[in-house]
C-alpha cells in the first residue's frame, strides 16, 4: 500500500487515539482511491486488531458489562452473512440506507448536544439502534452507528471509548478466525498489516496523547461530527459508485 497506506493508517489510529472510532472511515475513504473493498477490509482488521484491546485495557475501569456484551453478541452474529457478502455481494444499497441513518442520528445527537434540556432517549429506539448497530458493524466491519448507540448508553468518553472497544475487541476475534476460513485473510494481506503495525502505534499513542490536551467537550463534538461525517461518506461514496 506503499506510503498513501502508512500516512492513512497514522492519520486514521490518531483519530482512533482520541474519539475510540472512524479509524475504518478515514483509512477506507483514504485507500478506496487506490484498492478493492475486499483488500482494504481485512488489513485494516488486523492492523486494528491490537488498538481495540488496547484501548480497552487502558479504559476498564469505565467498562459496564450491560452495555458492551449485549452489543458484542449481535456484532458477532452479523459477522457470518457479512463475510459472505464482503466476498461475494453487492452490498451498496444497504451502505446506502444506512449512510443516510448514521447522518440523521449524528445531526440528532449533535442538536440534543447544544440543548439546554437533556431529554433521555427511549429504551425502544436504544433497542434498535442497538440491533441495527450490531449488524451493520458485524456485516461491513462499519462501527459509526455503533458508537453513536454506545454514546447514548454512556456518559463520558472513557466510558464510550472503553465500551465501543470492547465490542470492536470481541467483534475483530470473531471475524479474524471466519475471514480466514472464507479466505479473505490471506499471506499477502497479513504481510501488508504487519508492515502498516507501527504507524498504528505510532498514531495511536499521538491520539492518547492528544486527548490529554483537549477538553472532554471538544472530544466529545468531534465524535458526534465524525459520526455524520461516516454517514455522508457511506452515502456519498456508495451511491456515486457504478
Known amino acids: 500500500m506503499g506510503i498513501i497506506g502508512m500516512i492513512a493508517v497514522f492519520v486514521a489510529y490518531v483519530i482512533k487515539g482520541m474519539c475510540g472510532f472512524a479509524n475504518t472511515l478515514v483509512f477506507g475513504s483514504i485507500m478506496s482511491f487506490s484498492a478493492n473493498t475486499v483488500n482494504i477490509t481485512p488489513v485494516e482488521l488486523l492492523i486494528g486488531y491490537p488498538s481495540n484491546l488496547t484501548i480497552a485495557v487502558k479504559e476498564r475501569k469505565s467498562i459496564q458489562p450491560r452495555i458492551c456484551i449485549p452489543l458484542a453478541l449481535l456484532v458477532i452474529l452479523g459477522c457470518i452473512p ?112 504487519l508492515t502498516l503495525l507501527p504507524f498504528m502505534v505510532l498514531g495511536l499513542g499521538t491520539g492518547f496523547l492528544l486527548t490529554r490536551a483537549v477538553k472532554e467537550s471538544i472530544v466529545k463534538h468531534m465524535v458526534i461530527i465524525l459520526l455524520i461525517a461516516s454517514g455522508i461518506s457511506l452515502f456519498l461514496t456508495n451511491l456515486l459508485q457504478r
Do not use: H
Open 82 to 193: 457479512g463475510a459472505y457478502l464482503l466476498k461475494n455481494g453487492d452490498v451498496r444499497i444497504i451502505k446506502i440506507i444506512f449512510g443516510l441513518i448514521i447522518a440523521l442520528l449524528g445531526v440528532e445527537m449533535l442538536l440534543r448536544e447544544k440543548s439546554k434540556k437533556k431529554s433521555r432517549s427511549s429504551k425502544l429506539l436504544l433497542l434498535v439502534i442497538g440491533i441495527a448497530s450490531g449488524v451493520l458493524c458485524g456485516i461491513f466491519g462499519i462501527g459509526a452507528l455503533l458508537a453513536a448507540y454506545v454514546s447514548r448508553t454512556t456518559t463520558n468518553t472513557r466510558e464510550f471509548r472503553g465500551n465501543l472497544c470492547v465490542v470492536f475487541f470481541a467483534e475483530n476475534s470473531f471475524r479474524i478466525i471466519l475471514y480466514s476460513i472464507t479466505g479473505i485473510i490471506t499471506k499477502a494481506v497479513m504481510m501488508q498489516a
